[in-house]
Structure formats: structure tokens, C-alpha cells
């Protein structure tokens, strides 16, 4: 039997704030990938609110590059916030721009994942449930299950942005299992 080809996840969170704790859940997704799993994060700093006077005239650096990230990732794994009870705009505005043209979207039948941390008790389940409705559009293959849903995540990371909630890494690592697997099931 051979041995599965290593994956390439490209990770997004949907925050521009440094002290996210998104980015610190994907940090964390970094240490915790299995074995021939590798995730590389994407800061969207670069990429411009969706205009599609900017896009008539081409892509603007930061939106080719995000594009790019994805064409060549096996999977895309977004780790949302939740800003008034939906997904922010900063994470909606990427996924804009990742559909766009629509035949030819970077995230057309790309699998993906999604995540997120929130201080709330809900862990950004209303943000991740309207992001997942976006990709029946882009006809992206969105992971049903399992969910992660991190509550209470200023509890759960340390000053530093570590992760150090024992369970909380236990449910990643459970869950990025079962992303790769769920990437492979689309090569």
C-alpha cells in the first residue's frame, strides 16, 4: 500500500488584529497538523475591499496573491470570528474576492474547512454556519463535520496566543485529522 502524498492547507483567519484568536487558533492548527500535513497561514491585510472596478482593471497584488495561495493548496482552512452574531467582513470580503470570476474561482471545488474562537459561549457557530452558506456558490467542498467551535477562547490562550487548553488542542488535532482526510477523499 502506498503512503498518501503530503497535503498543503492554506490557512485564513478572518481578523486583521494581531492578537487574534483566530490567527492564534491557526498558529496552533501549524503545531498540531499530522503527520504530511502541512498549513500555511495567509494574512489578507493586502487584500482591498471587493470593487469590481479594481477587478475590471486586474486583480490587485494582495487579491493575486490570495488567489494563488489557493489554486495551490489542497485544502483552505478559515478560522472565523463572529462579529454580531455573523461572519465579519474582513472573512466575507475574502471569500468575495476567492469567487470571483465565477467559473474560474480560485475556490471552485476546492475542500474546505472551517473553524473559529470567540469569547462568546456560542464559539462563532452563527459566523461559521453563514460562511459555509457561501460556498454552495463557489461550489467549494465544505467539511460538514466535525465542527470547532472554541468558546470562551480568551480562557483557552495564553498572553502569548498560545493555545494551552488541553482539550481545546485535542479537538484541533481530532478535527485536522479528519480535514486531511476529508481533502484527500476530492484528490
Not at 9 to 26: D, E, K, P
Not at 143 to 168: C, I, N, Y
Amino acid at each position: 500500500m502506498s503512503e498518501d502524498p503530503p497535503l498543503s492547507i492554506l490557512g485564513v483567519a478572518g481578523s486583521l488584529r494581531q492578537g487574534s484568536f483566530n490567527r492564534a487558533l491557526l498558529r496552533a492548527a501549524v503545531d498540531l497538523a499530522p503527520d504530511g500535513v502541512r498549513i500555511e497561514i495567509f494574512d489578507l491585510a493586502a487584500v482591498p475591499l471587493y470593487n469590481a472596478d479594481l477587478e475590471a482593471a486586474g486583480d490587485p497584488p494582495g487579491v493575486a496573491a490570495f488567489k494563488q495561495a489557493i489554486r495551490a493548496a489542497d485544502g483552505v482552512l478559515l478560522a472565523t470570528p463572529e462579529y454580531n452574531h455573523g461572519v465579519p467582513g474582513v472573512m466575507k470580503n475574502a471569500v468575495d474576492w476567492a469567487s470571483r470570476p465565477p467559473r474560474d474561482a480560485a475556490l471552485g471545488e476546492k475542500p474546505v474547512g472551517v473553524i473559529g474562537a470567540s469569547p462568546g459561549m456560542t464559539g462563532s457557530a452563527r459566523g461559521q454556519s453563514q460562511l459555509r452558506q457561501a460556498f454552495e456558490f463557489t461550489n467549494s467542498f465544505c467539511m460538514p463535520q466535525p465542527e470547532l467551535l472554541v468558546f470562551r477562547a480568551h480562557e483557552k490562550f495564553d498572553d502569548d496566543g498560545r493555545l494551552t487548553d488541553a482539550a481545546t488542542r485535542e479537538h484541533l488535532a481530532r478535527y485536522l485529522t479528519a480535514f486531511a482526510a476529508w481533502i484527500r477523499r476530492f484528490r
